[in-house]
């Protein structure tokens, strides 16, 4: 699976952005989604995640009611919107795919075999 992600950009605190990943391959069904974001200095850490068919999502508490991760199938495509963002938002987006069958997306870095390339996100206070 290759992935593409898009849809960064650089907003004001309280704006909206939409990310959007793109997978390439026939299977994408097969594959937890998640999204996750590194701000400088920090470690790479988890936003939202998707299973593979859209059952079960799983969101950060520190973005819970704010962004929501779906997914289209037909299109091979996960998307995350994100609204009401704040400064400490900022940071490299990436998408990436688990390829084991979990009820629930897992968190943690070492599940994702598949990265995409990172968008950047930029909110000013």
């Known amino acids: 699976v290759q992935l593409q992600a898009s849809g960064g950009g650089s907003v004001q605190a309280g704006g909206s952005l939409s990310l959007s990943c793109a997978a390439s391959?026939?299977?994408?069904?097969?594959?937890?989604m998640s999204w996750f974001r590194q701000a400088p200095g920090k470690e790479r850490e988890f936003v939202a995640g998707i299973t593979g068919y859209g059952g079960s999502t799983t969101h950060a508490d520190s973005v819970r009611g704010r962004f929501t991760i779906s997914r289209d199938n037909a299109k091979n495509t996960v998307s995350l919107q994100m609204n009401d963002l704040k400064p400490e938002d900022t940071g490299v987006y990436y998408c990436a795919a688990d390829r084991s069958s979990t009820r629930y997306p897992r968190q943690g870095v070492r599940f994702y075999y598949y990265w995409g390339q990172g968008t950047q996100v930029t909110v000013s206070s």
């Open positions: 391959g026939r299977t994408f069904s097969n594959y937890v």
